[in-house]
């Protein structure tokens, strides 16, 4: 079966950073683009960053461009979510999940437990 393991959250200050990192084991391939998606209490999930399956295309929402940077190793089956200048907006629990396509960003429907991010103010 497919299992997807997100580590790496905590609790930091704002202007702080994480280093988020997604495990996949399993029956699971390489070569989906992957999201790192997350959500807040009360709101919808809401993708962050995106990457294709060689890393060409990436994509990232307006509220932490240039303060997020995604990356993937296919080889060790990880992904990856650098988070820089956090703020207490960014709190929230956070999901690693393949994609269908790097153009429509739309999950597969494979999550994790996620991992919480929370930044105090």
């Known amino acids: 079966q497919v299992q997807l393991a997100e580590s790496g959250g905590g609790l930091v200050q704002a202007g702080g950073s994480l280093r988020l990192s997604c495990a996949a084991s399993?029956?699971?391939?390489?070569?989906?683009?992957m999201g790192w998606f997350r959500q807040a209490p009360g709101k919808e999930r809401e993708l962050v960053a995106a990457i294709s399956w060689n890393s060409a295309s990436i994509y990232y929402a307006d509220s932490v461009k240039g303060r997020f940077t995604i990356s993937r190793d296919n080889a060790k089956r990880t992904l990856n979510l650098q988070m820089n200048t956090l703020k207490p907006e960014d709190t929230a629990v956070y999901y690693c999940?393949?994609?269908?396509?790097?153009?429509?960003?739309?999950?597969?429907?494979?999550w994790g437990q996620g991992t919480q991010v929370t930044v105090s103010s």
């Open positions: 399993g029956r699971t391939s390489s070569m989906y683009p």
């Open positions: 999940a393949p994609l269908i396509s790097i153009v429509t960003m739309k999950p597969l429907g494979y």
